[in-house]
């Protein structure tokens, strides 16, 4: 996927339009990372998150290299969390919601990019298909789940989806 794509796939007139502070879990080369910088006011601030030392160049970009799912995460509270391609990697998905709401500020939002599938693979091991998502959100206490758009995957016949958690 191209830097184009991702921001028209996670385009929304609903993200804060003064500066903000977000983190991005399991950011990987940052192609979202920069994607949702592209939509943020420029005096916003990304946590860029991952497993693997983080390379990102933008000074907007906080470096945090650690494992999202069973560290402690670092930061202060966030006006919102992206996780594109990364929710799949986490098994007990319950918990780990209410890890994610406790670290976001009152009116925060979450911004979610995955595969439309719940059939697992090597690289995808606990899929969430847009269903599935939903219903977790939901009973994690999350009101309100807008759907952003989708993209033909290159690596499988589903699609990837984006939606909008406040």
């Not at 290299?65 to 509270?77: A, E, G, S, T």
């Not at 319950?94 to 439309?116: C, R, S, T, W």
Request: hydrophobic fraction near 40%.
């Amino acid at each position: 996927m191209e830097l184009q794509e991702a921001i028209t796939l996670i385009n929304t007139d609903t993200l804060p339009s003064g500066p903000s502070t977000w983190a991005d879990l399991g950011c990987g080369k940052g192609l979202f990372t920069e994607a949702l910088y592209s939509l943020l006011h420029p005096a916003s601030k990304i946590y860029a998150v991952d497993q693997y030392p983080v390379k990102l160049h933008n000074p907007a970009f906080i470096p945090v290299q650690l494992d999202f799912v069973k560290d402690n995460w670092p930061m202060p509270p966030l006006d919102g969390i992206l996780m594109a391609n990364s929710l799949h990697f986490v098994e007990e998905k319950a918990p780990f919601l209410h890890k994610l709401k406790q670290q976001l500020k009152e009116n925060g939002q979450v911004l979610i990019v995955e595969y439309d599938t719940d059939i697992p693979n090597p690289y995808v091991p606990y899929p969430v298909s847009h269903p599935v998502l939903r219903q977790l959100f939901h009973h994690a206490g999350f009101e309100n789940i807008r759907s952003l758009g989708k993209h033909p995957s290159i690596y499988s016949k589903t699609d990837i989806y984006a939606v909008l958690i406040d």
